[in-house]
């Protein structure tokens, strides 16, 4: 029987197949609505198991599908999700039917119906399509951008304007106002604000690890070095006008080789904290990821916390003493009013730190840098504009008041 075949009275070739059935063949109907209601039922192909590759014929065209509709209706719940995207099932529904969310920060997928996103390597970020993940850009306050070119001018204006005004002093060192007002320290506060300006140069730029040194030691030691050459100024001026009674001139004990030896003393202190945080925890490169997404900020990292702590507490201790005693001499002679030119000049460095806290607390990124720098310039500028422009003043363009008899008040009504 397997081998029989024969063509029966409608002309189909019939025989058996190995399991002893018969070749199938079966029409395929499309029930359809006619335009009174009625259904009537059509054939729009077949199935002919004797057509070997060709089994299967149906004509779309004459297929009228659910709602009196020809097009193909979806039979899926939900569409494809495209790249970018990930399934959110639908509680309580079928598998098949999601939402496609997009992808997070940080995430892709790269395919359709992706059920989780792909995250991104550390250094590298989705892009805006959400389906790859491309490299994430080095950020840093450069040279050549607008605000790294202000703050450069500010800079190197500072740096100038400091030697310009050694210059004059240099110039004048033999006029009465100069020598009064303690060549040696002038000097040497005028190139530790020269250093400070400078000093402001390193947060430019890409970071390294010899940069990071040089811009933590470099800031440390600067400012305390301004900060011991006015304490001792104060010192001087204090002791000049309070200790003046017979038998109370301490002022000959407190000749300039204390002087010096206060200033190397303090300066040292810093210098001896700056070497111990150095060998304990250096200054590092860090590659912040979390500051500015999707970029990587690069940044020094200070090392120890409390080796920071104690290089700030140290200059803003010196700094509160240095205040404290300007200001008991406030009330000096208007003649030598240098003391009020100091409190001045301290009062503005100390607002610019205290409120450069806040400030450093909210803000990321390279503005996060850009705020240091502008603490530093603008204190700098502080004590180089209040303790140094009314002596130029008086130095380069009341040159009549720069003698001996109007700096001791004997023919002038007023000070510089």
């Not at 198991?49 to 659910?66: H, V």
């Not at 020269?194 to 040194?213: D, K, N, Y």
């Amino acid at each position: 029987m397997k081998n029989v075949q024969f063509v029966d009275r409608t002309g189909r070739k019939l025989y058996f197949d190995e399991n002893g059935d018969t070749v199938p063949k079966y029409d395929i109907i499309n029930w359809q609505q006619e335009a009174d209601g009625s259904i009537v039922v059509r054939r729009v192909g077949w199935y002919d198991g004797s057509q070997k590759g060709q089994e299967l014929r149906i004509d779309q065209a004459s297929i009228i599908w659910n709602g009196n509709k020809r097009e193909l209706p979806v039979s899926v719940c939900s569409q494809s999700c495209p790249p970018g995207t990930r399934q959110s099932m639908k509680q309580g529904e079928p598998i098949c039917c999601f939402d496609c969310v997009e992808c997070r920060d940080g995430e892709i997928s790269n395919g359709t119906d992706f059920t989780e996103c792909i995250k991104c390597p550390a250094d590298y970020w989705s892009n805006e399509k959400r389906d790859e993940c491309v490299p994430r850009q080095m950020e840093f306050l450069e040279f050549r951008e607008p605000l790294g070119i202000v703050l450069t001018v500010l800079a190197v204006l500072g740096a100038v304007l400091a030697v310009s005004i050694t210059g004059a002093f240099v110039k004048h060192r033999d006029t009465p106002l100069v020598r009064a007002n303690n060549r040696e320290l002038s000097f040497l506060l005028l190139g530790s604000l020269a250093l400070c300006f400078l000093c402001a140069l390193t947060f430019i730029g890409e970071p390294s690890g010899g940069v990071c040194v040089l811009r933590q030691v470099g800031f440390a030691v600067g400012f305390v070095l301004c900060i011991s050459c006015i304490l001792v100024k104060t010192i001087v001026v204090l002791l000049a006008f309070r200790m003046t009674a017979p038998n109370r001139n301490v002022m000959k004990r407190f000749r300039p080789v204390h002087q010096r030896a206060v200033v190397m003393v303090t300066t040292c202190v810093q210098i001896a904290i700056c070497v111990g945080f150095l060998l304990s925890s250096p200054p590092s490169v860090h590659k912040n990821r979390e500051a500015v997404i999707p970029k990587i900020f690069v940044e020094c990292d200070a090392g120890s916390p409390l080796a920071l702590f104690c290089v700030l507490a140290y200059t803003g201790f010196l700094a509160v003493i240095n205040f404290g005693l300007a200001f008991l001499a406030r009330n000096l002679p208007d003649n030598f009013n240098e003391a009020k030119f100091i409190t001045f000049s301290l009062l503005v460095f100390v607002v610019v730190w205290i409120t450069f806290i806040p400030a450093y607390i909210s803000t990321k990124g390279k503005y996060l840098t850009a705020v240091e720098i502008f603490a530093i310039l603008s204190s700098s500028f502080g004590l180089l504009v209040c303790i140094f422009f009314p002596k130029c003043y008086v130095i380069l363009i009341r040159p009549e008041l720069n003698t001996k008899n109007k700096l001791i008040g004997r023919d002038s009504k007023g000070g510089f």
